[in-house]
């Protein structure tokens, strides 16, 4: 399989549960299971071999699972030391050891990254400005939203280049709300400039700042606060 391009997804379409079925069940767990093994090494190279082999394992893998199940789960092995949403993985020096341990890890991040998808499609529903908002409810909508997906991606576990995966969210919630996708990434990186940083977990007030700089910045009206006609929308969303 060829290696999946940064411009193939970004696109939330080509992610998005909603679009791209996947059916499991137990034989399905079981086949997928098997192909695993067949791949692990019967004698794995350590930190002395530079753990070639398990690279060369996860990257066999990886090409399986995309083959099998289609472009969408290419993040199945993205995991939070390296800025992904996932924690049943670790790569392939620490994932892969014997058959049966590393198809079990295999699998378990596989269902990992498919739920935590649907999560965010589910974030995205709630969170979109309706169609016929006026700009100054489309700013307050698009401010909010913002804070909550920055917390979403922060509460997936990622650390060392966790802001990554926060602008390729907020890139993906633009783009299902119809926005051109290179738009949608220049909107997220004005919004963002630079103030997110690896390792820092950043000041609610930082996360609100940069909200608003988005809103602002994509409909020109500041995003009024406290409203009481969406008050019970904060509180749903806040409840997430």
Same mark, same amino acid.
């Given at each position: 399989?060829?290696?999946? !391009?940064?411009? $193939?997804? +970004?696109?939330?379409? !080509?992610?998005?549960?909603a679009r791209h079925s996947f059916a499991w069940d137990e034989d399905e767990e079981k086949h997928l299971r098997s192909l %695993? +093994?067949?791949?692990?090494?019967?004698?794995?190279s350590?930190?002395?071999?530079?753990?070639?082999?398990?690279?060369?394992?996860? =990257?066999? %893998?990886? &090409?399986?699972i995309r083959e099998r199940y289609g472009t969408w789960a290419w993040g199945w092995n993205w995991y939070h030391c390296s800025g992904g949403p996932i924690g049943s993985w670790t790569g392939g020096p620490s994932s892969v050891?014997?058959?049966?341990?590393? #198809? &079990? +890890?295999?699998?378990?991040? @596989?269902l990992e990254w498919r739920e935590w998808l649907e999560r965010t499609a589910q974030r995205f529903t709630e969170l !979109?400005?309706?169609? $016929?908002?006026?700009?100054?409810?489309?700013?307050?909508?698009?401010? *909010? !939203?913002?804070? *909550? @997906?920055?917390?979403?991606?922060? $509460? =997936?576990? #990622?650390?060392n280049a966790w802001q990554g995966q926060t602008s390729m969210v907020l890139g993906w919630f633009l783009t299902s709300t119809g926005? $051109? +996708?290179?738009?949608? #990434?220049? #909107? %997220?990186e004005r919004a963002i400039g630079g103030r997110f940083k690896s390792w820092v977990a950043p000041k609610q007030t930082l996360i609100e700042s940069v909200g608003e700089n988005l809103a602002v910045g994509l409909t020109g009206h500041a995003p009024y606060r406290d409203h009481r006609e969406w008050e019970a929308l904060e509180k749903l969303h806040d409840r997430y």
């Open positions: 399989m060829p290696p999946i !391009a940064y411009e $193939d997804i +970004r696109d939330w379409e !080509a992610v998005d549960p %695993v +093994r067949e791949w692990v090494p019967p004698v794995l350590t930190m002395a071999g530079w753990w070639e082999g398990e690279h060369w394992c996860e =990257s066999q %893998v990886d &090409a399986i050891t014997t058959p049966d341990e590393t #198809a &079990a +890890r295999v699998v378990a991040a @596989l !979109a400005p309706p169609p $016929d908002a006026s700009p100054e409810d489309r700013s307050w909508h698009l401010e *909010r !939203a913002c804070v *909550r @997906l920055v917390t979403h991606t922060m $509460d =997936s576990g #990622a650390d926005m $051109d +996708r290179a738009e949608a #990434a220049q #909107a %997220v």
